[in-house]
């Protein structure tokens, strides 16, 4: 299969060339950018709190008390293109929470006070996703696919053009991040290798570019890598960030070979910014704060050492808070910050003659997206051998279990021939939510992460993904109950007649999906696959409880237990299935004599299956349509719930 297809009318050429030509309006968001033109960010004034409680919840007055916490304090500075930007400074000291700010990511977004400004333009709400590109610290890859596809893929749903545009596009960008080497190595996983984490670290960063940003924010981008390669990483972004971008990362603390790579450098402490400006410029300021930089010594941890609280004890603490309250008065009296606010004020004025550069935005409708990411999803999933293996075969393994165990049905009620039937029906009603549940458990949370980065760099909703999975499981839940069917029904010699059979197995289809799709709806709302694992197996329990009526029948429950049945898949499934294998079956009894029915201790008292069934789920036959419809009625029904689920997901995600 070619992951590259037709995704609409317009070429990708043609969308680059007329997004460039209209001329720009501030508030029309939709507007273009001017090729080429110099772009400038200015952050203002930025202010972010949010209320914590003070204690855990087992402190319980501490829990309820509540204090309020300055994250980010008035920050400002200024950045144009073509500048390569570190933000520097200790853990914790609010570089992330900087950078989400200045993205729009923030969790309380009503809590950031102050404004961020491109070309002049004050950005609204929700123009931040269509400007910023934004690399987070982990890499959210697909492990199955090549670095090519990954951004095959990630074009076709970012932009809108002809294969062969969008083709064109990819090489271009790997041939910028020097991927091409690599553009048919699979990324790989935990569990075999791929390509290296700087190369990860590179494909990230591509997938950002397909959408020509002119401002792209990475967080953390060299955690985790060698310091060879994390200079590679740093030399990278600064070429980029020298092709008329701006590039704004953070770092804990560089090499000082880097020191020359940084045009602009931030320094954080207690979500203040003691320090930004040149490189050269850095040096003189804390020159001229007494702190000079010896020879051999690396700027970059001499100045975060100097500007860093140190919290081992009351004196330090105090005494090297002031320290870097002094720094920071005096930057706010440097000519060096008296240059970022000219500069902020005249960018300020620029607002008449420039645009906001927004990225490339023309993207493929729902019903486009959605077809990609099936065929993305199908890609990464058909190549994982033990992925496919484990799902085709985990439900013919428990048939096998299931048939050596009985062996073969017979026709004696003295010799198991009711129970034995309705032990295989409550194992296979009861049994398949199970592999349905452990196929989502396993392979979803991956997908979730890619749909949660994707989302949140606007390029499809979280629950296009889901409808996406959702769509691929169809075809292997048929094949994998097929084979539990096929192999139980006529081994076992149950009912013998194929619409029987066929009722069987349209059946357990069922119960199979469900057991899937509940764990997707609950993936939606609770982030551990561990708990998920838990609440399903319990309410499959419960479920198989109160519906089946094999534990006890509807009748003898009290009466919200009843009502309750009424909301299981089981109740229907089970009866549709006792109708097919009860009714017109007969009994013969070979030793035992035909007795009274009012004495049910000897089995051999009737000799048809529809007495029994008369017996147990009476008026089932008549309700037997109603109850196959009921059945196949849970599954619309649970997608619209998971299609919720997600868009819960959003809130609660915006929330944390
Ligand atoms: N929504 C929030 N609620 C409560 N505290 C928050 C929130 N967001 C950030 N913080 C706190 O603000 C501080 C700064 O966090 P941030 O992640 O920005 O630091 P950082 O400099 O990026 O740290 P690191 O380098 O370790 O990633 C941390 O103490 C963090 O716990």
Known sequence: MNCLEESGGVTAEEEFRHSRTEPYDCQKSNSPDKAGATCTICVNHLNYTVSEKVGPWWDVQAYHTKWTRHILKDVSFYVESGQLMGILGNSGSGKTTLLDAIAGRLSKQANLLGDVYVNGCKLRKEEFHDCFSYVLQSDNLLSYLTVEETLIYT???????????????????????????????????????????????????????????????????????????????????????????????????????????????????????????????????????GYQCPEYCNPFDLYVDLTSVDTRSKEREIETYSRVQ???????????????????????????????????????????????????????????????????????????????????????????????????????????????????VALYPSLRAVGDQESSDGLYPKWLMLVAYIIHIIPFSVVSVAFYSFFVYWTLGMFPMWERFGCFFAVLIVPHLVGELLTLILLGVVQNPNIVNSAVALINVAGILLGSGFLRSAEDMPEPFRWLSYLTFQKYGVEVLMVNEFYGLNFTCVNGEQSSPNNTNIPCWFTRGIQYLDSTYPGAPSRFVFDFLMLYAFLPALVILGIISFKVRDLIIQRH
Request: glycine content about 6%.
């Open 155 to 289: 074009a076709l749903l970012a932009l809108r053009g002809h294969s062969n545009a969008i083709k064109r596009k990819v090489q271009s960008v790997m041939l910028e991040l020097s991927l091409s080497h690599v553009a048919n190595h699979v990324i790989g996983g935990r569990i075999f290798r791929g390509i290296s984490g700087g190369e990860r670290r590179r494909v990230s960063i591509a997938a950002q570019l397909l959408q020509d940003p002119k401002v792209i924010l990475l967080d953390e981008p060299t955690t985790g890598l060698d310091s060879m390669t994390s200079n590679q990483i740093i030399q990278l972004l600064s070429e980029l960030a020298h092709k008329n971008r701006i590039v704004i990362l953070t770092i804990h603390q560089p090499r000082s070979e880097l020191f020359k790579l940084f045009d602009r450098i931030g320094i954080m402490t207690c979500g203040e910014l003691v320090f930004c400006g040149g490189s050269e410029e850095m040096v003189e300021f804390f020159s001229s704060c």
């Open 326 to 440: 002094e720094i920071s008065f005096s930057y706010q009296k440097s000519k060096i910050f008296n240059n970022v606010l000219e500069n902020i004020e005249a960018a300020k004025r620029q607002k008449e003659s420039s645009s906001i550069p927004f990225k490339s935005r023309a993207s493929p409708n729902t019903a486009a997206k959605l077809w990609i990411l099936i065929r993305r999803i199908v890609r990464n999933l058909s190549r994982n051998k033990t992925g496919i293996i484990m799902r085709l075969s985990q439900n013919l393994l428990y048939g096998l279990f299931v048939v050596f165990f009985l062996m073969k049905l017979n026709s004696d009620p003295e010799k198991g021939a009711v129970q034995d039937r309705i032990g295989i029906i409550y194992q296979s009603i009861g049994a398949s939510p199970y592999t349905g549940m452990l196929n989502a």
